[in-house]
Protein backbone atom coordinates (compact mmCIF):
# COMPACT_ATOMS: atom_id res chain seq x y z
CA UNK A 1 0.00 0.00 0.00
CA UNK A 2 2.84 2.07 0.81
CA UNK A 3 4.66 1.98 -2.46
CA UNK A 4 1.71 2.25 -4.40
CA UNK A 5 1.05 5.91 -2.58
CA UNK A 6 4.17 6.91 -3.30
CA UNK A 7 4.19 5.67 -7.12
CA UNK A 8 0.63 7.70 -7.23
CA UNK A 9 2.61 10.64 -5.50
CA UNK A 10 5.83 10.49 -8.04
CA UNK A 11 3.76 10.06 -10.68
CA UNK A 12 1.03 13.37 -10.14
CA UNK A 13 4.20 15.31 -8.90
CA UNK A 14 6.14 14.58 -12.06
CA UNK A 15 3.24 15.31 -14.69
CA UNK A 16 2.75 18.23 -12.59
CA UNK A 17 6.37 19.25 -13.54
CA UNK A 18 7.14 18.11 -17.05
CA UNK A 19 3.99 20.14 -17.83
CA UNK A 20 4.68 23.20 -16.45
CA UNK A 21 8.72 23.57 -17.13
CA UNK A 22 8.53 21.36 -20.59
CA UNK A 23 5.14 22.51 -21.97
CA UNK A 24 3.71 25.42 -20.43
CA UNK A 25 6.80 27.56 -19.36
CA UNK A 26 5.79 30.13 -22.44
CA UNK A 27 1.82 30.06 -21.75
CA UNK A 28 0.18 32.35 -19.82
CA UNK A 29 -1.91 29.73 -18.88
CA UNK A 30 1.34 28.32 -17.32
CA UNK A 31 0.03 26.83 -13.92
CA UNK A 32 -3.50 25.62 -15.07
CA UNK A 33 -1.43 23.31 -17.90
CA UNK A 34 0.77 22.26 -15.04
CA UNK A 35 -2.54 20.97 -12.88
CA UNK A 36 -3.58 19.57 -16.22
CA UNK A 37 -0.31 17.78 -16.20
CA UNK A 38 -0.70 16.77 -12.51
CA UNK A 39 -3.99 15.10 -13.25
CA UNK A 40 -2.56 13.10 -16.07
CA UNK A 41 -0.01 11.71 -14.06
CA UNK A 42 -2.53 10.78 -11.37
CA UNK A 43 -4.63 9.32 -14.20
CA UNK A 44 -1.12 7.54 -15.37
CA UNK A 45 -0.43 6.37 -11.69
CA UNK A 46 -3.92 4.59 -10.89
CA UNK A 47 -3.79 2.91 -14.66
CA UNK A 48 -0.79 1.31 -13.67
CA UNK A 49 -2.04 0.08 -10.04
CA UNK A 50 -5.06 -1.21 -12.09
CA UNK A 51 -2.67 -2.76 -14.43
CA UNK A 52 -0.76 -4.98 -11.50
CA UNK A 53 -3.38 -5.91 -9.67
CA UNK A 54 -4.70 -7.78 -12.96
CA UNK A 55 -1.06 -9.19 -13.59
CA UNK A 56 -1.44 -10.66 -10.34
CA UNK A 57 -4.24 -12.92 -10.86
CA UNK A 58 -2.24 -14.09 -14.35
CA UNK A 59 -0.17 -17.25 -13.99
CA UNK A 60 4.10 -17.08 -14.97
CA UNK A 61 3.39 -18.85 -17.90
CA UNK A 62 0.77 -16.21 -19.53
CA UNK A 63 2.98 -13.47 -18.00
CA UNK A 64 6.04 -14.66 -19.71
CA UNK A 65 4.65 -15.69 -22.97
CA UNK A 66 3.43 -12.32 -23.27
CA UNK A 67 6.35 -10.79 -22.89
CA UNK A 68 8.10 -12.80 -25.57
CA UNK A 69 5.35 -12.51 -27.93
CA UNK A 70 5.60 -8.47 -27.71
CA UNK A 71 9.50 -8.68 -27.73
CA UNK A 72 8.92 -10.75 -30.82
CA UNK A 73 6.77 -8.45 -32.16
CA UNK A 74 8.63 -5.46 -32.09
CA UNK A 75 11.32 -7.31 -33.11
CA UNK A 76 9.68 -7.54 -36.19
CA UNK A 77 8.53 -4.13 -36.39
CA UNK A 78 12.21 -3.00 -35.91
CA UNK A 79 13.16 -4.89 -38.92
CA UNK A 80 10.32 -3.64 -41.12
CA UNK A 81 10.87 -0.46 -40.06
CA UNK A 82 14.51 -0.78 -41.14
CA UNK A 83 13.27 -1.40 -44.59
CA UNK A 84 11.15 0.91 -44.61
CA UNK A 85 13.56 3.53 -44.48
CA UNK A 86 15.70 2.45 -47.19
CA UNK A 87 12.58 2.70 -49.20
CA UNK A 88 11.90 6.07 -48.16
CA UNK A 89 15.25 7.26 -48.70
CA UNK A 90 14.71 6.69 -52.20
CA UNK A 91 11.87 8.37 -52.24
CA UNK A 92 13.41 11.52 -50.43
CA UNK A 93 10.59 11.52 -48.23
CA UNK A 94 11.82 11.26 -44.70
CA UNK A 95 8.66 12.76 -42.39
CA UNK A 96 6.31 10.02 -43.13
CA UNK A 97 9.02 7.95 -41.50
CA UNK A 98 8.56 8.02 -37.68
CA UNK A 99 4.85 8.02 -37.90
CA UNK A 100 4.76 4.64 -40.37
CA UNK A 101 7.43 3.23 -37.67
CA UNK A 102 5.60 4.67 -34.33
CA UNK A 103 2.34 2.34 -36.05
CA UNK A 104 4.50 -0.70 -37.15
CA UNK A 105 5.47 -0.69 -33.14
CA UNK A 106 2.01 -0.01 -31.78
CA UNK A 107 0.49 -2.85 -33.68
CA UNK A 108 3.13 -5.86 -33.85
CA UNK A 109 4.15 -5.10 -30.48
CA UNK A 110 0.23 -5.05 -28.93
CA UNK A 111 -0.35 -8.54 -31.71
CA UNK A 112 3.03 -9.88 -30.19
CA UNK A 113 1.40 -9.13 -26.24
CA UNK A 114 -1.84 -10.41 -26.93
CA UNK A 115 -0.95 -13.71 -29.29
CA UNK A 116 1.40 -14.67 -26.84
CA UNK A 117 -0.08 -14.76 -23.69
CA UNK A 118 -3.20 -16.39 -25.37
CA UNK A 119 -0.74 -18.78 -26.87
CA UNK A 120 1.53 -19.80 -23.84
CA UNK A 121 -1.01 -22.53 -22.16
CA UNK A 122 -0.43 -24.28 -25.60
CA UNK A 123 3.12 -24.77 -24.61
CA UNK A 124 4.79 -27.65 -22.98
CA UNK A 125 8.17 -27.89 -21.94
CA UNK A 126 10.07 -31.38 -22.14
CA UNK A 127 13.18 -31.86 -20.74
CA UNK A 128 15.53 -34.04 -22.53
CA UNK A 129 14.48 -37.27 -20.18
CA UNK A 130 11.85 -39.04 -20.40
CA UNK A 131 9.42 -38.10 -17.78
CA UNK A 132 6.54 -39.98 -16.16
CA UNK A 133 2.61 -38.66 -17.67
CA UNK A 134 1.13 -35.93 -15.46
CA UNK A 135 -2.26 -37.39 -14.00
CA UNK A 136 -4.32 -35.01 -14.28
CA UNK A 137 -7.46 -34.96 -12.40
CA UNK A 138 -10.32 -32.15 -12.67
CA UNK A 139 -12.97 -31.69 -10.09
CA UNK A 140 -16.41 -31.10 -11.18
CA UNK A 141 -18.83 -28.59 -8.74
CA UNK A 142 -21.13 -31.35 -7.82
CA UNK A 143 -17.97 -33.49 -6.37
CA UNK A 144 -16.65 -30.00 -4.85
CA UNK A 145 -20.33 -29.78 -2.71
CA UNK A 146 -20.73 -33.22 -2.19
CA UNK A 147 -17.85 -32.87 0.19
CA UNK A 148 -16.66 -36.25 0.46
CA UNK A 149 -13.48 -35.85 -2.24
CA UNK A 150 -12.22 -34.18 1.00
CA UNK A 151 -12.67 -36.57 3.13
CA UNK A 152 -10.90 -39.20 0.45
CA UNK A 153 -7.95 -36.71 0.36
CA UNK A 154 -7.35 -36.61 3.98
CA UNK A 155 -7.30 -40.47 4.02
CA UNK A 156 -4.37 -40.80 1.53
CA UNK A 157 -6.18 -42.21 -1.39
CA UNK A 158 -5.79 -39.41 -3.87
CA UNK A 159 -2.62 -37.71 -3.17
CA UNK A 160 -0.90 -35.38 -6.22
CA UNK A 161 -2.45 -32.22 -7.63
CA UNK A 162 -6.08 -31.44 -8.16
CA UNK A 163 -7.44 -29.09 -11.15
CA UNK A 164 -10.21 -26.91 -10.90
CA UNK A 165 -11.22 -24.89 -14.16
CA UNK A 166 -12.02 -21.29 -13.89
CA UNK A 167 -15.38 -21.66 -14.63
CA UNK A 168 -16.38 -24.50 -11.88
CA UNK A 169 -15.18 -22.02 -9.59
CA UNK A 170 -17.28 -19.00 -10.98
CA UNK A 171 -20.10 -21.38 -10.97
CA UNK A 172 -19.84 -21.93 -6.96
CA UNK A 173 -19.63 -18.41 -6.43
CA UNK A 174 -22.47 -18.00 -8.36
CA UNK A 175 -24.91 -20.92 -6.82
CA UNK A 176 -23.14 -19.02 -3.24
CA UNK A 177 -24.86 -15.62 -3.87
CA UNK A 178 -28.05 -17.61 -5.30
CA UNK A 179 -31.34 -15.85 -3.64
CA UNK A 180 -32.64 -19.35 -3.18
CA UNK A 181 -31.70 -20.40 -0.05
CA UNK A 182 -30.81 -24.15 -0.63
CA UNK A 183 -28.81 -23.28 -3.07
CA UNK A 184 -26.80 -20.20 -1.09
CA UNK A 185 -25.93 -22.97 1.44
CA UNK A 186 -24.90 -25.40 -1.39
CA UNK A 187 -22.74 -23.08 -2.85
CA UNK A 188 -21.19 -21.99 0.50
CA UNK A 189 -20.51 -25.78 1.02
CA UNK A 190 -18.78 -25.81 -2.13
CA UNK A 191 -16.69 -22.95 -0.86
CA UNK A 192 -15.69 -24.36 2.50
CA UNK A 193 -14.97 -27.92 1.02
CA UNK A 194 -12.36 -26.16 -1.41
CA UNK A 195 -10.68 -24.15 1.04
CA UNK A 196 -10.14 -27.19 3.02
CA UNK A 197 -8.69 -29.05 0.45
CA UNK A 198 -6.58 -25.66 -0.45
CA UNK A 199 -5.22 -26.15 3.09
CA UNK A 200 -4.64 -29.82 2.92
CA UNK A 201 -0.75 -31.31 3.00
CA UNK A 202 -1.34 -34.56 0.90
CA UNK A 203 -2.92 -32.46 -1.90
CA UNK A 204 -2.09 -29.49 -4.14
CA UNK A 205 -5.26 -27.56 -5.92
CA UNK A 206 -4.04 -25.57 -9.10
CA UNK A 207 -6.85 -23.13 -10.57
CA UNK A 208 -6.66 -23.03 -14.04
CA UNK A 209 -8.18 -20.42 -16.27
CA UNK A 210 -8.49 -22.00 -19.50
CA UNK A 211 -11.77 -21.45 -20.79
CA UNK A 212 -14.15 -22.62 -24.01
CA UNK A 213 -16.25 -19.37 -24.77
CA UNK A 214 -18.12 -21.15 -27.82
CA UNK A 215 -19.33 -24.18 -25.84
CA UNK A 216 -22.11 -23.80 -23.39
CA UNK A 217 -22.69 -24.81 -19.80
CA UNK A 218 -20.09 -26.02 -17.34
CA UNK A 219 -20.20 -29.53 -17.96
CA UNK A 220 -19.33 -29.58 -21.97
CA UNK A 221 -16.09 -27.04 -20.77
CA UNK A 222 -15.34 -29.61 -18.11
CA UNK A 223 -15.35 -32.23 -20.97
CA UNK A 224 -13.36 -30.22 -23.69
CA UNK A 225 -10.73 -29.90 -20.74
CA UNK A 226 -10.52 -33.29 -19.79
CA UNK A 227 -10.16 -34.04 -23.28
CA UNK A 228 -7.33 -31.21 -24.37
CA UNK A 229 -5.28 -32.11 -20.85
CA UNK A 230 -6.07 -35.82 -21.16
CA UNK A 231 -7.15 -35.86 -17.93
CA UNK A 232 -9.49 -37.99 -15.75
CA UNK A 233 -12.93 -36.30 -14.16
CA UNK A 234 -13.56 -36.58 -10.49
CA UNK A 235 -17.58 -36.31 -10.35
CA UNK A 236 -20.72 -37.89 -8.94
CA UNK A 237 -23.14 -36.62 -11.53
CA UNK A 238 -24.92 -39.19 -13.28
CA UNK A 239 -25.17 -37.60 -16.75
CA UNK A 240 -21.78 -36.30 -16.91
CA UNK A 241 -20.49 -39.59 -16.38
CA UNK A 242 -22.29 -41.01 -19.17
CA UNK A 243 -21.63 -37.96 -21.52
CA UNK A 244 -17.78 -37.73 -20.67
CA UNK A 245 -17.41 -41.50 -21.06
CA UNK A 246 -19.08 -41.60 -24.51
CA UNK A 247 -16.27 -39.01 -25.21
CA UNK A 248 -13.60 -41.16 -24.33
CA UNK A 249 -12.93 -39.27 -20.94
CA UNK A 250 -11.95 -41.19 -18.10
CA UNK A 251 -14.00 -40.76 -15.05
CA UNK A 252 -13.76 -41.02 -11.43
CA UNK A 253 -17.32 -41.48 -9.58
CA UNK A 254 -17.28 -40.61 -6.36
CA UNK A 255 -20.88 -42.67 -6.00
CA UNK A 256 -19.27 -45.52 -7.76
CA UNK A 257 -16.27 -45.53 -5.10
CA UNK A 258 -18.67 -45.19 -2.15
CA UNK A 259 -21.08 -48.09 -3.60
CA UNK A 260 -17.60 -50.41 -4.11
CA UNK A 261 -16.51 -49.69 -0.50
CA UNK A 262 -19.68 -50.78 1.19
CA UNK A 263 -19.35 -54.32 2.92
CA UNK A 264 -20.57 -57.49 0.52
CA UNK A 265 -23.18 -59.56 1.91
CA UNK A 266 -24.34 -63.07 0.30
CA UNK A 267 -27.79 -64.71 0.40
CA UNK A 268 -27.91 -66.74 3.54
CA UNK A 269 -26.25 -64.22 5.57
CA UNK A 270 -27.83 -62.96 8.84
CA UNK A 271 -28.28 -59.18 9.07
CA UNK A 272 -30.07 -57.43 11.91
CA UNK A 273 -32.43 -54.42 10.98
CA UNK A 274 -34.87 -51.30 12.21
CA UNK A 275 -38.08 -51.45 9.57
CA UNK A 276 -39.04 -48.22 9.98
CA UNK A 277 -41.38 -47.73 6.68
CA UNK A 278 -43.48 -49.90 4.38
CA UNK A 279 -42.49 -51.16 1.13
CA UNK A 280 -43.51 -51.10 -2.36
CA UNK A 281 -45.24 -54.02 -2.56
CA UNK A 282 -47.37 -55.36 0.08
CA UNK A 283 -46.14 -56.98 3.16
CA UNK A 284 -42.68 -55.33 2.79
CA UNK A 285 -41.11 -53.29 5.41
CA UNK A 286 -37.72 -50.89 4.58
CA UNK A 287 -34.89 -50.29 6.44
CA UNK A 288 -31.34 -48.80 5.80
CA UNK A 289 -28.18 -50.01 7.18
CA UNK A 290 -25.65 -47.29 8.59
CA UNK A 291 -23.68 -46.62 5.06
CA UNK A 292 -27.40 -46.02 3.40
CA UNK A 293 -28.16 -49.25 1.84
CA UNK A 294 -31.42 -50.37 1.52
CA UNK A 295 -32.68 -53.24 3.08
CA UNK A 296 -35.82 -54.71 1.75
CA UNK A 297 -37.77 -57.04 4.03
CA UNK A 298 -40.08 -59.44 2.67
CA UNK A 299 -43.10 -59.95 5.30
CA UNK A 300 -42.03 -56.91 7.50
CA UNK A 301 -44.62 -54.86 7.00
CA UNK A 302 -46.38 -55.48 10.51
CA UNK A 303 -42.94 -54.57 12.37
CA UNK A 304 -42.22 -51.02 11.61
CA UNK A 305 -40.38 -49.78 13.63
CA UNK A 306 -38.63 -52.82 15.23
CA UNK A 307 -35.72 -53.72 15.25
CA UNK A 308 -35.33 -57.65 13.78
CA UNK A 309 -33.03 -60.61 12.63
CA UNK A 310 -33.42 -60.94 8.98
CA UNK A 311 -32.01 -63.37 6.35
CA UNK A 312 -30.61 -61.92 2.86
CA UNK A 313 -32.27 -63.74 -0.13
CA UNK A 314 -30.76 -62.08 -2.91
CA UNK A 315 -28.70 -58.33 -3.58
CA UNK A 316 -29.26 -56.07 -6.65
CA UNK A 317 -26.94 -53.81 -7.33
CA UNK A 318 -28.40 -50.45 -9.41
CA UNK A 319 -26.71 -47.24 -10.67
CA UNK A 320 -28.46 -45.69 -7.40
CA UNK A 321 -26.90 -47.73 -5.17
CA UNK A 322 -27.44 -51.42 -3.79
CA UNK A 323 -30.48 -53.27 -2.99
CA UNK A 324 -30.77 -56.34 -0.35
CA UNK A 325 -33.31 -58.21 -0.30
CA UNK A 326 -34.09 -60.02 2.77
CA UNK A 327 -36.93 -62.35 5.15
CA UNK A 328 -37.44 -62.29 8.79
CA UNK A 329 -35.31 -64.71 10.48
CA UNK A 330 -38.57 -66.54 12.24
CA UNK A 331 -39.38 -67.10 8.72
CA UNK A 332 -36.84 -68.90 7.54
CA UNK A 333 -36.50 -70.73 10.52
CA UNK A 334 -40.32 -72.12 9.73
CA UNK A 335 -39.42 -72.82 6.52
CA UNK A 336 -36.22 -74.67 7.07
CA UNK A 337 -37.84 -76.89 9.81
CA UNK A 338 -40.50 -77.88 7.61
Known amino acids: MIIRILLVLACSISGYFIAYYVMAATSSYAVFQAIFGFIIGLGVALLVIRIEKDIRKLSLRIIAGGVIGMVIGLLIALILGFGLNMVIKITQDQQVVPWIYLLLTGILGYLGLVLG ?153 QMVVKIIREGKEPGQGVGYLDDGTMIIVDGGQRMINSTVDVIVTSVLQTTAGRMIFTELKETADKRSNN
Do not use: W
Not at 124 to 153: Q, Y
Open 117 to 269: SKKAEEFTFHSVEAKAPVDHRLLDTSVIIDGRIADICDTGFIDGELIVPRFVLNELQFIADSSDSMKRSRGRRGLDVLNRMQKSTAISIEIVDQDFPKIKGVDGKLVALAQKLNAKLLTNDYNLNKVAELQGVRVLNVNELANAMKPVVLPGE
